[in-house]
């Protein structure tokens, strides 16, 4: 059985899952992915894990109708068109195709698993909320093309109830549990990471003695991360002492830097390479994610598996099976500045390394090893083995 995956962007944290894929079919996993939507670490550590077996393609073309600059859903129409893709996906001649979503390069997985009768999988994130504004045209598109899907491979409750009630896939089998956050390089990263160097860091950051939240994430409109630091001032009133760390980039770096570059307690690193980013984890106390929409927001389960407690707004779709209140953190709504700051507080009398030993536990049900295997079933399945 030969699984070919077709997919153009990811992160880090996908390829532990697609090693552990290829372990399963005993090289049988093959992967066709885009040198402009991937970084070069990423593609460094496929080619360690994949070998030849990772096809790197370049040369996308993009057309583009509206503002992608807000970075929320249906904002804007991209049509990517990748040469050569149709022609590396007959020649790698896959008995599974898995496509990533129903568009961007998933029309050619589709097409050739249709035109050569072979099983077709979709790995699918979204949820009924990230989806509100879905136009009539792209919902009725979707509910054509997913006729020939065989199986859906989900992250969790909230995309099985979209796909289910407004989709209505109702038949077509659905797994749960098909992502994870890269749990074993992180953590064990975390751990190597001795109390010195985090005292190091700390000295460096001037960090000050009280809680460490951490936010790492798009700096862009959809994050929420306007609506934290807005009012970030008004809970270091009460405690002064407490650090916010911001990492990423975005369109909303620059402006953000500038009109916070007075608070001594907000500290905003800009991008920081994911090699790097253990030694964030490490020093924090908290790690908080404020998005106002999100699929399945994967810094979350990254942080609960180096033992963070974690505050997790309502609008992130993996707050159902990540976040349980009072145990491993909180959820909140990241729209009202009230929910941001009752949030924030609730830390401050919280047993954080219980809450933290919680995340972990609940992290290793979605580990790399546990996905790939429930993906690997699936593919088993419909294959008829």
């Not at 070998?51 to 904002?75: C, T």
């Not at 994870?180 to 001795?194: H, I, K, M, Q, T």
């Amino acid at each position: 059985m030969k699984i070919l995956w077709i997919s153009p962007w990811f992160g880090n944290y996908r390829v532990p899952v697609y090693e552990c894929l290829n372990k399963l079919t005993d090289g049988n996993f093959f992967l066709i992915c885009s040198k402009e939507n991937t970084s070069g670490l990423v593609q460094n550590k496929l080619v360690e894990a994949l070998g030849s077996n990772v096809i790197i393609k370049e040369g996308e073309k993009r057309i583009k109708i509206g503002d992608e600059s807000s970075n929320f859903a249906n904002k804007a129409l991209v049509i990517k068109k990748q040469p050569g893709l149709y022609h590396e996906i007959c020649r790698i001649g896959a008995d599974i195709i898995i496509t990533e979503g129903f568009g961007g390069w998933a029309p050619s997985g589709i097409r050739y698993a249709v035109m050569h009768n072979k099983k077709l999988c979709m790995f699918y994130e979204r949820t009924a909320y990230v989806e509100r504004n879905c136009p009539f045209w792209r919902k009725l598109y979707r509910q054509i093309i997913g006729i020939t899907v065989n199986t859906f491979l989900i992250n969790g409750e909230l995309t099985r109830e979209y796909l289910t009630e407004n989709l209505h896939f109702v038949k077509t089998p659905k797994v749960l549990g098909c992502m994870s956050a890269d749990s074993y390089g992180l953590s064990e990263a975390v751990r190597s990471f001795s109390l010195e160097n985090q005292d190091r860091l700390k000295m460096a950051l001037n960090l000050n003695d009280g809680l460490t939240f951490l936010f790492v994430g798009q700096m862009v409109e959809r994050k929420g991360i306007k609506e934290l630091l807005n009012v970030w001032t008004k809970h270091t009133k009460k405690h002064p002492n407490d650090n916010l760390l911001v990492i990423g980039k975005g369109i909303l770096l620059e402006p953000l830097s500038k009109q916070f570059k007075d608070e001594s307690s907000i500290h905003i690193l800009g991008e920081i390479a994911y090699d790097s980013l253990y030694k964030y984890y490490a020093i924090c106390d908290v790690f908080i994610m404020p998005t106002l929409e999100d699929n399945w927001c994967l810094v979350v389960p990254e942080a609960m598996a180096c033992r963070k407690p974690v505050a997790c707004s309502i609008y992130n779709g993996g707050h159902y099976e990540l976040v349980n209140d009072g145990v491993n953190g909180y959820k909140f709504d990241p729209r009202n500045p009230q929910s941001i700051l009752d949030t924030l507080e609730k830390f401050h009398s919280a047993n954080l390394i219980e809450m933290g030993a919680k995340s972990a536990e609940i992290e290793s049900h979605f580990t790399p090893d546990k996905a790939a295997k429930r993906i690997y079933d699936a593919c088993l399945k419909i294959y008829g083995l």
